[in-house]
């Protein structure tokens, strides 16, 4: 079998990172993509100009994002799985972050993926043969809602609803597979050097201080990123791969408290939601 040919974004720290050394360690070929990926190093785990490429990509461009693509397929001739990596963290109340930070997070969280993932498509279709995985990085955060992360949620939220759509809207024969990974707390920067905080404190939330408590978070978290990358690509190699996956035995156990209370809340109301169909009204 020839190898798979990677391109992942955001590699310069943290599961990009650790998910390039893991794929060169299983014989399979990397794009490794960096908003500056002159600083890309994995000389040391096996990079070379037969399994390794490095390509600036800046998610918000398009014009960055189609370059990269171009890049991979001169350079390896197909792309076999996008790992949509790229992101970062917005810690803060809702009401002491900006809109100029909270469009930012959008714009490189949601908005920059769906390009990524709209070019993937059209290359993946466009291959011979046909397919490929596509991989969103989502959280935890995108299925269960954390104070102080309102928009960082919400960007990972949306991510979850574009996937999984998404997933319904492409034909089988093109042998295309979505996967929204979603991890818990791990030990990269994310919660530390990558992180960004709320510029102006809203006096009105005195009882909260996210940057306290993130900066006690930090690398103290249960999830080791060499681990997660081996999950990405067990992930990203198997036969049939999920349209979602919890990573974490925080994220776990958070998950299965939020269906307990889905099941009690959906229990609870169960005469209301089934009460405002038309009288007589039969589904087909």
């Given at each position: 079998?020839?190898?798979?040919?990677?391109?992942?974004?955001?590699?310069?720290?943290?599961?990009?990172?650790?998910?390039?050394?893991?794929?060169?360690?299983?014989?399979?070929?990397?794009?490794?993509?960096?908003?500056?990926?002159?600083?890309?190093?994995?000389?040391?785990?096996?990079?070379?100009?037969?399994?390794?490429?490095?390509?600036?990509?800046?998610?918000?461009?398009?014009?960055?994002i189609n370059a990269a693509f171009d890049a991979a397929l001169e350079k390896?001739?197909?792309?076999?799985?996008?790992?949509?990596?790229?992101?970062?963290?917005?810690?803060?109340?809702?009401?002491?972050?900006?809109?100029?930070?909270?469009?930012?997070?959008?714009?490189?969280?949601?908005?920059?993926?769906?390009?990524?993932?709209?070019?993937?498509?059209?290359?993946?279709?466009?291959?011979?043969?046909?397919?490929?995985?596509?991989?969103?990085?989502?959280?935890?955060?995108?299925?269960?809602?954390?104070?102080?992360?309102?928009?960082?949620?919400?960007?990972?939220?949306?991510?979850?609803?574009?996937?999984?759509?998404?997933?319904?809207?492409?034909?089988?024969?093109?042998?295309?597979?979505?996967?929204?990974?979603?991890?818990?707390?791990?030990?990269?920067?994310?919660?530390?050097?990558?992180?960004?905080?709320?510029?102006?404190?809203?006096?009105?939330?005195?009882?909260?201080?996210?940057?306290?408590?993130?900066?006690?978070?930090?690398?103290?978290?249960?999830?080791?990123?060499?681990?997660?990358?081996?999950?990405?690509?067990?992930?990203?190699?198997?036969?049939?791969?999920?349209?979602?996956?919890?990573?974490?035995?925080?994220?776990?156990?958070?998950?299965?408290?939020?269906?307990?209370?889905?099941?009690?809340?959906?229990?609870?109301?169960?005469?209301?939601?089934?009460?405002?169909?038309?009288?007589?009204?039969?589904?087909?």
């Amino acid at each position: 079998m020839a190898p798979r040919v990677f391109l992942i974004t955001g590699t310069s720290t943290g599961f990009g990172s650790e998910l390039v050394k893991t794929v060169l360690f299983n014989g399979d070929v990397v794009v490794a993509t960096a908003r500056n990926s002159s600083k890309l190093d994995f000389s040391s785990h096996g990079a070379n100009s037969h399994t390794f490429l490095s390509v600036d990509l800046d998610v918000t461009s398009k014009g960055s994002i189609n370059a990269a693509f171009d890049a991979a397929l001169e350079k390896f001739g197909r792309v076999d799985v996008v790992v949509n990596n790229a992101g970062y963290g917005l810690a803060g109340e809702f009401e002491s972050l900006s809109e100029r930070q909270i469009r930012t997070q959008m714009e490189v969280n949601f908005f920059g993926l769906i390009d990524v993932t709209r070019k993937a498509c059209e290359v993946m279709r466009n291959q011979k043969p046909q397919g490929g995985v596509i991989q969103q990085i989502t959280s935890i955060g995108g299925q269960v809602g954390v104070p102080t992360f309102t928009i960082y949620c919400a960007s990972k939220w949306a991510v979850e609803g574009f996937t999984e759509a998404l997933q319904q809207e492409l034909k089988p024969e093109w042998n295309i597979h979505l996967t929204c990974i979603e991890p818990g707390g791990f030990r990269t920067d994310w919660a530390g050097r990558s992180m960004d905080f709320a510029e102006n404190k809203n006096p009105a939330y005195d009882h909260i201080d996210a940057r306290a408590a993130m900066g006690k978070r930090h690398m103290q978290q249960a999830g080791d990123p060499p681990k997660a990358a081996e999950a990405f690509y067990k992930l990203a190699t198997m036969k049939d791969p999920p349209i979602r996956c919890i990573l974490g035995s925080d994220a776990y156990s958070k998950i299965n408290q939020k269906l307990q209370d889905y099941k009690v809340n959906i229990e609870r109301f169960q005469e209301l939601s089934n009460s405002t169909d038309v009288d007589g009204y039969k589904a087909p």
